[in-house]
């Protein structure tokens, strides 16, 4: 699974998903993109399910994974009480805004195979999402 | 490609909340520049200049009151999740000098490469070529029908029509079959097992301090 090799923080602050994607929002190294239209954190189990759905739907094609999860999500363990601070990493996300493109087909591939390999992916995905084509 | 006529005006309003108001309105902010003259700020009818884009072509013959003026559409701006149109750049043309244009390139066919286990990667998908604007293409046609693995396509081998000529160097690699090696069974087999949840390595001040408290 995907997960950064060193960070400087084991730790970070929710933050907040505010407006839509100012960056990554365009299809830029396949033909065909599937594209996020809700904010969300994305585990980094969820990307490698739809890295691994749309590659056995596209054997033929060439996948590109836009999405990276950098931020590590924390939990405390059931029946805590409070005030032992602040719990211990869980797992890793990429934070998605609306726009962002989360996977690309491209390598000669038919719309129609993209589209239905695009389809099984955003069935694993958490939030909508929407095929897109690369803008000439 | 042909020319398409639009009907212009002339904009004096700037500035972000200016340009909402327009685009609420059924306009598009445009500019206008090139050929050593001042640039002008327009407003296209957001119909128009839909049935332009549509259109496939790139030359536009703008109409400004009494005078018409030859441009050729450089950039559009589009919103990302709407794909609404939110500006546009025009550069001015003359109809008898030679300009230097993108065309986009499409692929025709399959490449049976694909299927002997390659993978076919394009490294273009515009080309840049020189000729005057309405002897431009509208697309390049490639076909790749006839590419197997370790097979590619040069820039040299690209027929373009009799007096469009190709700007890009002739040994520029357009697209090519690339052979896999064998990752599919490997790859697929790493992904299925469960792996173990490492932890990241941690730099700077926060790692230091953690190799002190646990080194004492």
Redesign the interface.
């Known amino acids: 699974m995907l997960m950064p090799k060193r960070v400087k923080h084991r730790k970070t602050q929710r933050g907040k998903v505010k407006g839509n994607a100012s960056r990554g929002n365009t299809v830029a190294f396949g033909e065909y993109g599937l594209q996020a239209l809700e904010p969300a954190w994305i585990r980094a189990n969820v990307i490698e399910a739809g890295r691994v759905a749309a590659v056995r739907s596209a054997d033929e094609a060439r996948v590109y994974i836009r999405i990276f999860p950098h931020k590590s999500i924390t939990s405390t363990p059931e029946e805590t009480r409070m005030g032992t601070g602040k719990g211990e990493p869980d797992y890793w996300a990429a934070v998605v805004r609306p726009g962002t493109i989360l996977y690309e087909v491209g390598g000669g591939i038919s719309e129609e195979q993209a589209r239905k390999a695009m389809n099984k992916v955003a069935h694993k995905m958490p939030i909508k999402t929407r095929f897109v084509k690369r803008r000439g | 490609m042909e020319f398409i006529q639009i009907e212009v005006q002339e904009r004096e309003e700037r500035g972000t909340a200016a340009m909402n108001r327009l685009r609420r309105s059924g306009g598009v902010p445009a500019v206008l520049y090139g050929l050593q003259r001042r640039s002008l700020s327009l407003t296209i009818p957001a119909k128009e200049l839909e049935r332009f884009i549509h259109s496939g072509s790139h030359l536009v013959e703008l109409k400004m009151g009494d005078e018409t003026r030859d441009a050729i559409l450089r950039e ?1 701006q ?1 919103h ?2 709407t794909d609404q149109v939110l500006h546009v750049d025009l550069v001015r043309v003359d109809k008898d000098r030679r300009i230097e244009d993108q065309v ?1 390139i499409r ?1 025709k066919g ?2 049976p490469g ?2 002997e286990g390659g ?4 490294l273009m ?1 515009h080309l840049t070529v020189t000729a005057r604007p309405r002897d431009l293409p509208e697309e390049v046609l490639l076909d ?1 029908s006839q590419l197997h693995v370790g097979d590619a396509i040069y820039v040299r081998e690209i027929e373009l029509p009799e007096p469009v000529t190709c700007a890009l160097d002739d040994d520029q690699l357009v697209a090519h079959v690339v052979a896999i090696r064998g990752l ?1 069974a490997e790859e ?1 087999e790493e ?1 299925e097992g469960e ?1 173990p ?8 001040k ?2 230091e301090s953690a190799a002190a408290s646990g080194g004492g």
């Open positions: 559009v589009q990302p999740l986009p692929y399959t490449a694909t299927r993978l076919f990667q394009s998908d790749i599919d697929e992904v792996e949840v490492g932890e990241p390595e941690i730099v700077g926060e790692g």
